[in-house]
């Protein structure tokens, strides 16, 4: 193994535009065993655990992608201006039904949710979270929609199986689902409003 | 002063009947799985009789829900006969199924919008915007299906008479022709018409990846061009 295989796997996780599958690793690392790479990509990772700095290394949608953590997102989005239109509620319910139950038809999805969802359904295929993956052979031949690896990208799933397991509700909150994610909270820059 | 009725939208308080009927249960803190029918369908009735005063456009799917919780009510009130057929089963099922499904499905939804998203807690870095070979500059023309056609032609003649073998354990189906097809347009959004027809080296094969494409274009998921000067066809995922 030579000794600055991770550093060649760095430059490429740097240049790539995409999540880095393994595969492609080992098509540019030509002859490079899979066991190496892994090694290097662990070693990467922990390594910029053990730093701390402004990024990490994420599996996800079948690669590798270097990531800004989270808790730098308010700089990185004044950096950008104002970022993309938030999911509605009722577009990430749409999307949690299509991701939990593809491939589904519209009319299944709006049995479960009680209401049409034809918009969000536009919207989400718009913003390419799901796709058409072809008709039912039912009469009216419905289209039949699952999500897209850019659906992975962005809720950082490996893959489907991904997905957290859903859980069985028996009792609701009294009021307000409670939200309790004991997420880290990002000393905001200075000026910047918290959305 | 305008006089005119105006409608309310009901979106943002209730989106469907199921989060009405949720909104019941949680308001009088019972289990999902013990609703007292009768009095969550005497509030249920009681909120659409306030929204249509509040001149709230209902849909259908509020008036559906009330006939099924009225339904249910009266299947409740009859005698319960224990046969030796065993128990019957508890009418509210019927609502209690679907409700926990979609409350599971919410919770997914809440859960998933928890992560740290792309675009939003964590970002990559932008792809450079270089002007990638054949930009739109290059002059190109909506397809039509006979030049299709003849192109399709020519994979056909290309694979010869030797590699015509029908291989019927090979056989796929078109709908997983086009995800595949679809896959491959996911990591590489414009291809040349020859390339979808790479690893095809059966009749079947090719003509299943042609009214693959067929479908495809007629499903608008993807858009069939033709280079003015060259005559290559691209197919571009949308």
Known sequence: ?195 | MQSTDYAVRVEPIFEGPMDLLIHLIRKNEVDIYDIPIALITEQYLQYIDWMKTLNIDLAGDFILMAATLAQIKSRMLLPVHSDEAGPEEDPRLELVRPLSEYLRLREAAETLAQRNLLGEQTFVRRPEDLPRAEAEAVPVVRIGLFELIDAFRQILERIGPAHQVDLDADAISLKERIAQLIDRLEQHPSLAFDQLFDGQVTRPGIIVTFLAILEMARLELIDIVQHVGTGIIRIFYR
């Open chain 1, 1 to 195: 193994m030579t000794p600055e295989l991770p550093a060649i796997i760095e430059s490429l996780l740097f240049a790539a535009d995409e999540p880095l599958r393994l595969e492609t690793l080992r098509g540019v690392l030509d002859g490079v065993d899979t066991a190496a790479i892994r090694q290097a990509l662990d070693d990467l990772a922990a390594e910029y655990e053990k730093r701390g700095g402004g990024f990490y290394l994420l599996e996800v949608a079948g690669g590798y992608q270097l990531r800004t953590r989270p808790c730098f997102h308010p700089w990185i989005r004044r950096l950008r201006g104002s970022g993309g239109e938030r999911l509605s509620r009722a577009a990430l319910e749409t999307l949690a039904i299509v991701a939990y139950r593809q491939p589904i038809v519209r009319a299944e999805i709006e049995n479960l949710r009680g209401v049409d969802c034809g918009g969000v359904l536009r919207l989400l295929l718009e913003r390419r979270l799901i796709r058409v993956m072809g008709r039912k052979e039912i009469p009216g031949r419905p289209l039949i929609y699952g999500t897209t690896r850019q659906f992975l990208e962005v809720f950082e799933l490996r893959d489907l199986k991904d997905l957290p397991t859903l859980k069985e509700i028996r009792e609701l909150a009294p009021e307000e689902a409670a939200v309790e994610s004991p997420q880290e909270t990002p000393k905001a820059p200075p000026g910047s409003k918290n959305p």
